[in-house]
């Protein structure tokens, strides 16, 4: 089983939806999680980073963990042809640094 | 401009050559680390460098060396690609290693191992 695991998608949704991405882990240790964003032939870059359990809203995105399910998710609202990207989820344990397998999105003008 | 630069851009290679892909960064950041990019794996962690003169291993260490002479540069080495080295490879860096810190990619390497 892989310890991080990402729906690949990809999602293709109209300009102006609400969309959810989401990820889920299976060890516990893991405390810090992250998204990055990567558009085609770039590198990642980081879009959110939680820590504890919750919600943190940063604009129109979301990001929201839930420890006792382990289970990830980022929300973007209103939802732009610029946010065409992939997304992917991050956690990291002591020296493993652990990316899901990233979920293409498409938003369509 | 601060940031991460990699060369080569991309590569073509014949089995059984040696590679060394190029990673510079100008922020004086003490961490950097080593990706490759498959379709359905994602990023996987290759090597890492929490300070200059250190090493350690990742995910996929097979095959591959590293070293970190200076803070700066962190130079990654195929001795004898074979073609499942076909990827796209990613150096990062952060300000300090540990889990909890920001990872700034370059631009990465496209290689291709026949």
């Known amino acids: 089983q892989k310890e991080v695991e990402q729906d690949p998608g990809p999602l293709s949704v109209p300009e102006g939806a609400i969309v959810s991405l989401n990820c889920t882990y299976s060890?516990?240790?893991?405390?810090?999680f992250m998204w990055y964003r990567q558009y085609s032939r770039k590198g990642p870059e980081l879009l959110m980073y939680t820590y504890s359990s919750g919600n943190k809203e940063d604009g129109r995105f979301t990001a929201q963990v839930d420890k006792s399910s382990k289970y990830i998710s980022l929300f973007i609202r209103d939802s732009q042809p610029s946010d065409s990207a992939t997304y992917l989820c991050f956690t990291s344990g002591t020296y493993k640094y652990i990316f899901g397998t990233g979920t293409r999105l498409k938003v369509l003008a | 401009i601060a940031g991460i630069t990699q060369a080569p851009t991309s590569q073509i290679l014949a089995a059984g050559r040696r590679m060394t892909l190029r990673c510079t960064q100008d922020?004086?950041?003490?961490?950097m680390y080593w990706y490759r990019q498959d379709l359905g794996l994602g990023l996987r962690l290759i090597h890492y460098s929490n300070t200059a003169g250190t090493t350690g291993k990742g995910e996929v260490p097979d095959g591959y060396s590293v070293s970190r002479a200076n803070t700066d540069d962190f130079p990654l080495t195929l001795a004898s690609a074979v073609p499942s080295q076909t990827s796209v490879y990613f150096c990062a860096s952060s300000v300090l290693a540990g889990e909890d810190n920001e990872q700034f990619f370059g631009p990465g390497t496209r290689l291709t191992v026949l």
């Open positions: 922020m004086r950041h003490n961490a």
């Open positions: 060890n516990s240790a893991f405390q810090y």
